[in-house]
Structures are given as C-alpha cells and as structure tokens.
C-alpha cells in the first residue's frame, strides 16, 4: 500500500498565496509552522509538508476508507532525517524528492525508498493528463507482470480511492498529478 | 438569507479555484468541490478562508473536515450564522 503526492512548485506558487492570513494556521500544526518559520526556503517547506501530509492521507484512506479534509490533524514528525506523518494512531513513513521545479512524497507503512515514477505532461489538458498517467501505469504493470495492457481495469471506490484490476486480483495504488507533472506507485 | 442567496454567494468564492466549467455551471447542493469541480485540495483551503471573511465567521477544524460539497458548505455557513 502506498499513497504518493507531487507539487508542481511553479504551479503551487500560481494558485496558492501561503502567506495569506491565516493559511499556515488553517493547515499546519504549531510545531510545522515553527519549522517552516526556521526553515531556510519556506516556500518549499510549506510544499513538501504539504505533499508528505497528502501522500499520508492517500495511504491512510486505503487503511480506512473514508473521505475528509484535515490536513492540519496529519502532523510531520522528523524523527533524526527520517520523515514521518501521524493521525490519530496511525503513522507511516515518508520518503521525499525535491528538485527545483517539483516535490514529490510517498507514504508507505514501513521505511522505505521512493519509487513514485515522474510522469512529465505535454498538455495542460486535466482529461488528458489523466489519461497519459493511467496509460503510463499500464503499461508499467503490464510489464512488470507480464500482462496486456487491455487487461487492467482502472477502478475508483466512493471515496475516490483508486485501484487495478487484473487476472482477478486488485492492487492498490496511488496516482497524483499537479500543473505539468504527474507521479504513480504501487 | 435563503439557500438561493447563499448558493450565489458560495458559487462567487468558489469561482477562482474551480477546474470543471461545465460541472460548475450545473453547481447545485450536490455538486462536489474536488470531484466534479476538480478543484485541488490545496485551494480548499483558500475557499474555507475566503469563506470566513465573506461570513464574518471562524470555521474550526471539524467544520473544515467535512468541507468537500457544497451541501456541507452551506450547513456549516447556516450553523454558524445562526450561532
């Protein structure tokens, strides 16, 4: 099980004005806004706990199916380098990207290393981004498994939760896509 | 203010983070934010404080929980206006 999440940082700073009044409080815990207040570039501090808090949830809503928005109660814990994400009982580990132009997380239930697979977009189309990323899992399954990509059904339960179907098994896995780029794991 | 004003309002704070055009102009009560509208959940945030200031309200963090449609907007706006 895993859960991942990607920021287009150029997009983020286009749609998102995170010093607006209040923004920071409504998202971050106390101890992540003194983080990001001591950290050296805030603006992608601000980023990557937000994607590690995403990708957490993604993982999370696996384990419990269920739909909310609390971002702020998924809380970053660096523990000597190693990146974690609490709600509530569960935890889980984060591993993190960043280069200048994207960040991206993934959140799995033990340590692990990132194996989020960067998809970059040509079109701005969202339909079509979409598509692109769901080809490019194909096929990535279709070879790992040795399968046809005709064969694997893309499935979304009521809370949106996203999985594979193929040779009767279903795989659990995780899709995100921001602004030209795209990211999966399973 | 009746539902109506109030959908109007929410659909003028809504409009600038919205990614589906044609599901915003069929918005109604049911109209999911990031289903049908796409709009990315970083933005919720910006929706749920353009809606405090439009109200003159504070929504606390098991209000913002349920913050995903527009049904769930309009309750938290009417529980707070008539608080």
Known sequence: MVGNDIVDIAQAQKDSNWQRPRFLDKLFTEKEQEFIKNSGDKTITVWQLWSMKEA???????????????????????????????????????????????IVSEARLIPHKMTSELVVFKDENLKSQR??????????????DNIWTNTIEFQKSEFGIPTVKFDSKIMNLSLTHHGRFGAFAF | MTNNELIEKLKGIIAPYIQDEAAFENLNEDTDFVKDLKINSANLVDIILDIEDEFDIRLENEDMEKMLDVKSAMAIVNAKLDA
């Open chain 1, 131 to 144: 598509q692109v990323l769901r080809d490019k899992l194909s096929e990535r399954i279709s070879k790992s």
């Open chain 1, 56 to 102: 957490a949830y993604k993982l999370y809503v696996q384990k419990h199916p269920s739909r909310f928005y609390a971002p702020k109660q998924f809380e970053c814990v660096a523990h000597a380098s190693i990146w974690k994400v609490n709600y509530k009982e569960f935890s889980c580990y984060l591993s993190i990207k960043k280069t200048t132009d994207y």
